[in-house]
C-alpha cells in the first residue's frame, strides 16, 4: 500500500522555466510533509519541508504546497537550473514521537535543459 | 560529507550467502534507520532504531535483522541472499523525527 505516490517517474524542463513536481498522499494523519533530492551514488538530502497547519513554505527557489484536503502537495522550482537535475523524493512524517518514520514516494527524475 | 558514514559502498555477493552493512550516524545523532532501494521502489522503510533500542519495524524480511550498538553505529545483516535483495541500502540519522540525514548508501549486487 502506497501512502505516499509520485505518479509521474519522471519530469523534463527547460532551462529557466518552472518546474512542478507534485506528490499526492492517502493517510489523513500525516502532519509533516518533506522533499528530498538526490544526486547519482549520493545519499538523499533534505531540501525543504512544510507542517501540516500550513499551505505554503518558500526558501529561495523552492516552493511546496500543500493542499490538505485534495490530500497533495507540490514542489516549485523557479526559476529551474541545470543543476536541479535529479531524482526528488516525496516524503510523509506521522509524529508518533521516538517512533516516527518518513514513508516516502518512488520519486521522480527532473531533467533541466540548458 | 553529510555526516553518515556507510560501508562499504559497494558490495557483491553470492545467492544463499550473508552479508553486513555498516552504519555510523552523526555524531548526537540517537535514531538510525534503514532504507532499501530497489529499482522503481522508491526508499522502503526497513527498520529504525533508537539509542540501542528497535522503535518501528517496516517492510523488512525475516532474512535481515539489523541492531545499534552502544556506540549508537548500527548494522544491517542480510542472509541467505536472493537476487532481488539487489538493490541500494540506505541509513539516515536524526534528532528530530522528521529531520532525517542520510549517508551515501551501500550498493549490493547479489550474482
Known amino acids: 500500500d502506497q501512502q505516499v505516490k509520485q505518479n509521474s517517474p519522471s519530469l523534463s524542463v527547460q532551462e529557466g522555466r518552472i518546474s512542478i513536481l507534485n506528490c499526492d498522499y492517502t493517510?489523513?494523519?500525516?502532519?509533516?510533509f518533506l522533499w528530498y533530492k538526490k544526486y547519482p551514488a549520493e545519499g538523499p538530502t533534505f531540501l525543504i519541508s512544510?507542517?501540516?497547519?500550513?499551505d505554503k513554505n518558500e526558501d529561495g527557489r523552492f516552493t511546496v504546497f500543500l493542499n490538505k484536503s485534495a490530500k497533495h502537495l507540490s514542489l516549485h522550482i523557479v526559476p529551474s537550473q541545470p543543476g536541479d537535475s535529479a531524482v526528488y523524493f516525496c516524503?510523509?512524517?506521522?509524529?508518533?514521537?521516538?517512533?516516527?518514520?518518513?514513508?516516502f514516494g518512488k520519486g521522480i527524475t527532473l531533467s533541466v535543459r540548458p | 560529507d553529510s555526516g553518515v558514514t556507510q560501508t562499504p559502498k559497494h558490495l557483491i555477493t553470492a545467492t544463499g550467502q550473508r552479508v553486513t552493512l555498516r552504519c555510523s550516524p552523526r555524531?548526537?545523532?540517537?535514531?538510525v534507520y534503514w532504507y532499501q532501494q530497489s529499482l522503481d521502489q522508491g526508499l522502503q522503510f526497513l527498520i529504525q532504531?533508537?539509542?540501542?533500542?528497535?522503535?518501528a519495524k517496516g517492510n523488512i524480511l525475516e532474512r535481515f535483522s539489523a541492531q545499534q550498538f552502544p556506540d549508537l553505529h548500527s548494522e544491517l545483516n542480510l542472509s541467505s541472499l536472493e537476487l532481488g535483495d539487489s538493490a541500494l541500502y540506505f541509513c539516515?540519522?536524526?534528532?528530530?523525527?522528521?529531520?532525517?540525514?542520510f549517508g551515501s548508501g551501500t550498493r549490493l549486487t547479489v550474482v
Open positions: 493517510n489523513s494523519m500525516f502532519d509533516y
Open positions: 539516515a540519522s536524526s534528532v528530530t523525527p522528521w529531520g532525517y540525514t
Open positions: 555524531s548526537g545523532d540517537l535514531s
Open positions: 512544510i507542517s501540516s497547519i500550513k
Open positions: 532504531y533508537y539509542n540501542g533500542e528497535e522503535r
Open positions: 516524503a510523509a512524517s506521522l509524529y508518533t514521537g521516538a517512533n516516527s518514520k518518513l514513508t
